[in-house]
């Protein structure tokens, strides 16, 4: 039996037959009737998480599995504003979340009682649209509730694909389930607009094949596609390809290929095309912010001017990996008949960055816990999907992962990381693994306080007790708030909070210990969540990076 207000059958209904599936649902009081209602919908499966920051980051995890938006819902009060980041995040990935709140009747709102903040607009632009949803009395009221569900369920699959929020006013009593069916609602369509090919040939197709040094970057893209990167090959041949492993599944080293040649001008690019989102890597963006002359195009799903390389002269709307195969498609038409000496020069640098790196065997330290992680994934026999959490964990990706790389880039916080990767498992049937740092991890700790996860997740805990990225910015240790204040330096494991949640825990501390804890941590059968937590030293952390540099920028 569904409960008795209209405004949460109309809503529960229309969730249903826009396809949606998936739903996180925190506790609450004023949130049970819309609880209540999801769990008995067949078509909608429900996963409880108690904290609503972890929440709405296992609700990016599972859209990120399979694409589709997942309602994330919460009681009235400060349980919606807990949301934040992470419907940030997700609009800034294009994998927008459907958050939905209850909230006290509209009179009370501001009058002091409990949990009566104005909740309406709390997201302001992080969100394409946010309705609220009152209780109707009448055909027209039932009418107008239909049609602001649709637009919300509408906008977040829209261009750009943002973060939505319907805000719900429950009037008492709440708990009456006596409702036998759902109401059968109108269902809106919209159909989404393609890439414009003709613009695209004639403003970036063109340009590319005429220009004597083209380039096309490639940042974040939100899902890994074997086609798109088989294009992406051949594309190389005959325009340099520079990528990070957030975009294609293969070893990219732009960043340390860059740290080889500075500001080179010989590798500055003529036309330049951005597909995708952010980047990592800084001294990327610095380069090609001197390439002053180059003719600069983008394509955006969001359609917006992202004006990263500070010179671009337009934007195309559409598909990414639409773009992708239609410069390939492109490319191989032409033939012989081009100039690709200049890709050619870029693909020489990163083979032999890539030469030199193979050579270098690290010593103990976070540096090399990423390296034998990676080299260990050959052996996993399972589907597995690499989660990597902010910060210098993501940096270390950047140098040996040779696979797709999943991370919470839209607006790089450090919070959320382990909670995404968890949502991540439970919609996947390969393992996930997460390799994270100390901070990340305690601050998001919560994501295993969760009685739903299995023993596909697997966690690497990067922990030498501090932020040790701020090691790296030159002035920063002069700082007398260094070791306190700036890097929160900390005691703290992670034995006890898997000990209290069930996961498995096993610590390295040395390079023995780390060859043997890897194998256990991609090896191992398990039904329980696994951890294992890598224990160094952010001096010794920052001199292995140093060594590593000096190997690869020898002459």
Not at 127 to 154: I, Q, Y
Not at 204 to 209: A, E, I, T
Not at 383 to 398: D, F, Q
Request: charged share 20%; proline share 3%.
């Amino acid at each position: 039996m569904f409960g008795n207000k209209e405004n949460i059958n109309i809503l529960t209904a229309l969730l249903a037959q826009h396809g949606v599936s998936k739903a996180v649902v925190c506790p609450g009081s004023r949130n049970a009737p819309i609880v209540h209602n999801l769990n008995e919908c067949e078509s909608i499966t429900c996963y409880p998480v108690t904290d609503e920051r972890s929440a709405g980051f296992y609700a990016l995890g599972m859209a990120l599995a399979d694409g589709s938006p997942v309602v994330v819902c919460v009681t009235s009060g400060t349980a919606l504003l807990n949301l934040a980041p992470a419907v940030a995040e997700a609009s800034y990935r294009h994998h927008g979340l459907i958050v939905v709140s209850a909230d006290r009747p509209t009179a009370w709102i501001g009058q002091l009682d409990g949990q009566t903040l104005h909740q309406e607009n709390a997201f302001g632009r992080f969100v394409s649209k946010c309705v609220n949803l009152t209780e109707p009395h009448d055909d027209t009221e039932r009418w107008h509730c239909n049609r602001l569900v649709n637009e919300t369920l509408l906008a977040v699959k829209a261009r750009g694909r943002k973060s939505v929020h319907i805000n719900v006013p429950i009037s008492e009593p709440l708990f009456q389930f006596d409702v036998g069916r759902l109401p059968e609602e109108r269902v809106i369509k919209s159909i989404r607009p393609m890439l414009d090919i003709h613009a695209f040939r004639t403003h970036v197709v063109k340009g590319l094949l005429a220009a004597r040094k083209p380039m096309i970057v490639i940042g974040q893209i939100s899902q890994p596609c074997v086609e798109k990167e088989m294009a992406l090959d051949a594309i190389s041949k005959r325009i340099a390809v520079l990528s990070e492993p957030l975009a294609v599944g293969r070893q990219c080293l732009a960043d340390l290929a860059l740290a080889t040649i500075g500001m080179d001008e010989n590798y500055m690019p003529d036309f330049i095309l951005y597909i995708g989102d952010t980047l990592v890597s800084k001294r990327l963006k610095a380069f090609l912010r001197k390439a002053g002359n180059a003719e600069t195009w983008s394509v955006a799903e969001d359609g917006e001017v992202h004006d990263t390389f500070m010179h671009q002269a337009g934007v195309i709307d559409g598909a990414l990996v639409d773009a992708i195969m239609e410069i390939e498609s492109a490319v191989s038409k032409k033939g012989e008949d081009g100039n690709d000496g200049f890709a050619a020069q870029w693909l020489k640098l990163f083979d032999n960055v890539r030469e030199r790196l193979s050579d270098h065997i690290p010593s103990y330290s976070q540096l090399a816990a990423v390296r034998e992680f990676e080299l260990s994934l050959a052996n996993v026999k399972h589907n597995r999907h690499v989660h990597y959490a902010n910060s210098n964990a993501v940096r270390l990706a950047c140098i040996y992962a040779s696979h797709y790389v999943w991370c919470n880039r839209g607006v790089n916080g450090i919070e959320g990381s382990l909670s995404t990767a968890a949502g991540f498992s439970l919609a996947v049937d390969g393992l996930v693994f997460c390799v994270i740092g100390d901070l990340s991890f305690f601050y998001d700790q919560n994501a295993l306080w969760n009685t739903c996860l299995r023993g596909n997740l697997r966690i690497m805990l990067l922990n030498n007790h501090c932020g040790g990225i701020f090691y790296s910015l030159r002035g920063l240790q002069d700082s007398a708030a260094f070791d306190e204040l700036v890097t929160a330096g900390h005691s703290a494991k992670a034995e006890g909070i898997c000990t209290q949640n069930g996961v498995n825990y096993r610590a390295v501390n040395n390079m023995e210990e780390l060859h043997g804890g890897i194998a256990w941590l991609t090896e191992t059968e398990s039904d329980s969540p696994m951890l294992l937590e890598v224990f160094t030293n952010p001096v010794e952390d920052k001199n292995a990076i140093k060594e590593l540099m000096n190997k690869i920028k020898q002459p």
